[in-house]
């Protein structure tokens, strides 16, 4: 547990509170917002990346536990950026270990930064690898929890790294309808980078939904577009 406590100590040495303060504005942390209660101490994403590297080989997963339990922001990143390193570095047995504790341990993934930098190096990568059901993202799609759709959506840009994008497509037609803005700009994002690889596909699936789907979502996806196919989209003149 010392070396628990020292990566600890080490990241409050990097405390910035006007920093913080900002970044708790930032992450919408008050009361009624999808952040209510994060605790941010106003590191830079550098400061803690270099804490990760440092502990990354250093602490169990009872420690990472109680890193990713903790109210304070940088703890539960930096665990998560523990674990990508283990992930990536680790054979298929850590591999499996480490995406079984990420699924048990989700209640501390629990905000857009954390999900957005792991669930496609973890899950997607895991799945990918291992060849196990994706069925699961469809159910987390459908979930009443914000962070697990989020999941459900950013877990396949893995596979949209691959040009796999049955499952990013099938994915973002169930969350069209959803209400909140941090999914929106999700499945805007995978759909753009959907595009990146494969303009068409993202035209067929943009052409079938454009309409309808929320207008931030589509701002998001046709962000790249030269600006009079733009301006046709978003005038619905396509």
């Known amino acids: 547990m010392k070396k628990l406590q020292d990566l600890k100590k080490e990241l409050k ?11 708790q504005r930032f992450f919408k942390t ?3 917002e999808y952040g209510e209660g994060d605790i941010f101490l106003g ?3 550098a400061e803690t990346s270099s804490i990760a590297e440092k502990y990354k080989e250093l602490l169990s997963f009872s420690e990472l536990k ?3 339990a903790s109210k304070i922001h940088e703890e539960r990143s930096v665990a998560v950026m523990i674990l990508n390193r283990q992930f990536q570095k680790g054979g298929f047995k850590e591999k499996e270990e480490i995406y079984g504790f990420y699924l048990k341990n989700l209640s501390g993934i629990n905000n857009w930064d954390l999900i957005d930098t792991s669930a496609h190096r973890i899950i997607g990568a895991y799945l990918d690898l291992s060849g196990k059901s994706r069925k699961f993202l469809y159910e987390f ?3 009443g929890n914000l962070w697990k759709r989020r999941i459900a959506i950013m877990t396949t840009f893995h596979f949209i790294r691959k040009k796999e994008f049955k499952d990013s497509l099938k994915i ?6 959803d209400r ?4 929106h700009k999700a499945v805007g994002w995978m759909l753009r980078e959907i595009g990146n690889r494969d303009l068409a596909t993202e035209e067929r699936f943009l052409k079938g939904y454009y309409k309808k789907m929320p207008r931030t979502m589509l701002r998001y996806a046709i962000e790249k577009f030269p600006e009079s196919k733009r301006q046709a989209y ?3 003149k396509i």
């Open 13 to 23: 040495n990097f405390k910035k509170p006007d920093k913080a303060n900002s970044l």
């Open 172 to 177: 973002a037609e169930i969350l069209l309808n």
């Open 234 to 236: 978003l005038k619905g």
């Open 141 to 143: 799609a459908k979930s």
């Open 43 to 45: 590191l830079k994403t």
């Open 66 to 68: 109680e890193l990713l």
């Open 30 to 32: 008050g009361k009624g």
């Open 180 to 183: 909140e803005d941090l999914i």
